[in-house]
């Protein structure tokens, strides 16, 4: 995953959204539900890449067996934590907010939470997994 894929995801589902409303807002009206949700667009950065690529059996999403590069954003509780975790990383985060981990990496980022937080990982995948 690059860097500007923040700002493709957010583009992508906005312009969706108004290709999607058009015919709406051409009779005059507003529209009543957008069908198109920040999760679309996580999946079209994720597993739609690897899928389009014909590699969705070994990358794409964090699945026992598969191989993954995983990169960890830095939550924004600046002012309020997210109810949606999801529609944070798409609508808000930056470049900045990117911690990156190779595999090896994420190893040892583990490793040390486990040790010095007591962070719980099987219970940390399970919510990534529902996410």
């Given at each position: 995953?690059?860097?500007?894929?923040?700002?493709?995801?957010?583009?992508?589902?906005?312009?969706?959204?108004?290709?999607?409303?058009?015919?709406?807002?051409?009779?005059?009206?507003?529209?009543?539900?957008?069908?198109?949700?920040?999760?679309?667009?996580?999946?079209?950065?994720?597993?739609?890449?690897?899928?389009?690529?014909?590699?969705?059996?070994?990358?794409?999403?964090?699945?026992?067996?598969?191989?993954?590069?995983?990169?960890?954003?830095?939550?924004?509780?600046?002012?309020?934590?997210?109810?949606?975790?999801?529609?944070?990383?798409?609508?808000?985060?930056?470049a900045a907010d990117l911690p990156v981990f190779d595999a090896e990496g994420l190893a040892e980022f583990v490793g040390q939470a486990e040790r010095g937080a007591g962070v719980n990982y099987a219970q940390a995948y399970q919510h990534l997994s529902a996410?």
């Amino acid at each position: 995953m690059t860097v500007p894929v923040f700002g493709q995801m957010r583009l992508a589902l906005q312009h969706q959204r108004a290709m999607d409303c058009l015919p709406i807002h051409a009779e005059g009206r507003s529209p009543l539900r957008i069908d198109l949700t920040v999760r679309d667009a996580f999946t079209w950065a994720t597993a739609n890449g690897a899928r389009i690529m014909g590699l969705e059996s070994k990358i794409g999403s964090l699945t026992p067996g598969k191989l993954a590069d995983v990169i960890v954003v830095k939550p924004r509780w600046d002012l309020v934590r997210s109810s949606f975790p999801t529609a944070t990383v798409v609508l808000q985060s930056a470049a900045a907010d990117l911690p990156v981990f190779d595999a090896e990496g994420l190893a040892e980022f583990v490793g040390q939470a486990e040790r010095g937080a007591g962070v719980n990982y099987a219970q940390a995948y399970q919510h990534l997994s529902a996410c």
